[in-house]
């Protein structure tokens, strides 16, 4: 059973940055790929962006490529979302996910792979 607490989240305007972390309780953290997912209100969740197990292969929604950053740091069991450029339009609940892929270098962006979520961490953005 892994465990996987947000944290980070909070009020930006629009223009600012903030950065996500994930700490998963599991020994075998550098197993897992990880990836960050957001559901806004009256929508369903969406793929935000996913990093290989040994955080040398990331991918990312279009929505989001040239702004977030999604990074891991196997000795602290943490994956963090680096937001920049923040737009109303990124306002969400921000959930970070795990699955347990067969190769170092699978991604995945389908949110129907990954067993393991954490509870969310809220993100506002005004304008």
């Known amino acids: 059973q892994v465990q996987l607490v947000e944290s980070g989240g909070g009020l930006v305007q629009a223009g600012g940055s903030l950065r996500l972390s994930c700490a998963a309780s599991?020994?075998?953290?550098?197993?897992?790929?990880m990836g960050w997912f957001r559901q806004a209100p009256g929508n369903e969740r969406e793929f935000v962006a996913t990093?290989?197990?040994?955080?040398?292969?990331?991918d990312y929604a279009d929505s989001v490529k040239g702004r977030f950053t999604i990074s891991r740091d196997n000795a602290k069991n943490t994956v963090y979302l680096q937001m920049n450029s923040l737009k109303p339009g990124d306002t969400a609940v921000y959930y970070c996910?795990?699955?347990?892929?067969?190769?170092?270098?699978?991604?995945?962006?389908?949110?129907?792979?990954?067993?393991?979520w954490g509870q969310g961490t809220q993100v506002t953005v005004s304008s």
């Open positions: 990093i290989s197990s040994n955080g040398a292969s990331t």
């Open positions: 599991t020994r075998t953290f550098s197993i897992y790929v």
């Open positions: 996910a795990a699955l347990r892929g067969g190769s170092e270098w699978y991604l995945s962006g389908d949110e129907s792979e990954y067993r393991y």
